[in-house]
């Protein structure tokens, strides 16, 4: 394993037949590690564009195994979902993503955040039970769910009716619904029309082309054209370069994530940027 880009982040970056076995020993290890208290989540801001003002923050889970190797989601997340696990785990990220929205509430007043985001993956749609658990983890924190956004990819809503029809069910509590790497599948469009969406967050990989072609750029000025047509929100996703930053307001993207602006991090330093914002 070699240490990532991400402040000491461990990728299991192997052979074939070493990543199978790792991925065997991560099934295992799955369901002792959520018992066991080892998973935790960070945040990271989503910023208002040109300031870089924090309006709200997404969720990213962590595992820190007892060695004190941190595993990347991308390399458990899978696993979780081939095992079913992911079903207790994502219940577990949405309480506690509730409990620590709750928590900055309190400290800092209701409207401080306007929004927590929460990644939810396909396996999860799948789970007609999923809405319930939903609602009962904002009920459970006092969190009304128009400060929740449930991000969701082209992917997952694809896998089933079923899953379109979770979707519905949690526009309906009013949570709010993102479209995850938007542009990367083959119906990004399509799926505007039958899908409940209050957000696009545009893949990285469109932040990535600008300043390249003006090919490139020509489908992030659609997107926000699409998008505001629309009446949706737009978020840039992996912003890394002040230029980038910068163009993106340009072409009218106000709102952005990415590290140019912060990385994930522990919720005390998030408490630290709200106590700032706070004292000014
Ligand atoms: P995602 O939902 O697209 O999350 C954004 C990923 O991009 C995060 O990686 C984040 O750390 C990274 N990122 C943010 N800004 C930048 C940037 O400027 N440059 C670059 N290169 N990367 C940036 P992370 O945390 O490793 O998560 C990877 C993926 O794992 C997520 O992609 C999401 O699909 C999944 N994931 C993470 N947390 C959860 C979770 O709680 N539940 C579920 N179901 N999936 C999760
Ligand atoms: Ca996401
Ligand atoms: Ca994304
Ligand atoms: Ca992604």
């Known amino acids: 394993a070699a ?32 018992t066991a208290g080892e998973f935790h989540l960070l945040y990271q ?6 300031g870089g003002r924090m309006l709200g ?14 595993v990347s989601p991308a390399d458990f997340i899978p696993v979780a979902e081939d095992t079913g696990l992911i079903v207790e785990l994502g219940a ?16 800092y007043g209701p409207d401080a955040l306007r929004s927590v985001a929460v990644n939810v993956s396909a396996r999860q749609l799948l789970d007609p039970a999923l809405p319930e658990v939903v609602a009962a983890a904002l009920a459970r924190h006092g969190v009304p769910a128009a400060q929740l956004t449930i991000e969701i990819t082209e992917t997952a809503v694809f896998t089933g009716g ?24 083959h119906s990004s469009l399509g799926l505007l029309r039958t899908c409940p969406v209050d957000i696009i967050k545009v893949d990285k990989s469109f932040v990535d082309g600008l300043g ?16 505001d047509t629309m009446g949706l929100r737009t978020v840039a996703e992996g912003v890394e370069t002040a230029e980038q930053a910068r163009r993106l307001y340009e072409l ?3 709102q952005a994530q990415g590290f140019h602006f912060a990385r994930p991090m522990p919720p005390a330093e998030i408490d630290a940027m709200l106590q700032q914002a706070q004292d000014r």
Do not use: K
Request: net charge positive; proline share 4%.
């Open 45 to 50: 801001p989503i910023v208002e564009l040109p």
């Open 252 to 254: 009218g993207y106000r």
């Open 3 to 34: 240490t990532g880009l991400d402040g000491g982040l461990v990728r299991y970056d192997a052979s074939l037949e070493q990543r199978l076995t790792q991925r065997a020993t991560i099934a295992a290890d799955l369901r002792r590690a959520l």
């Open 57 to 70: 923050v997404e969720s990213l889970v962590r595992w820190r195994q007892p060695d004190g190797r941190v």
């Open 212 to 227: 390249g072609s003006p090919q490139q750029e020509a489908i992030a000025i659609a997107l926000t054209g699409i998008a």
């Open 92 to 107: 577990w990220i949405l309480d506690t993503a509730c409990a620590q929205t709750a928590a900055w509430r309190r400290a």
């Open 162 to 185: 079923r899953a379109l029809a979770t979707v519905h069910a949690l526009s309906r509590l009013g949570v709010s619904i993102a479209l995850d790497d938007f542009g990367t599948g």
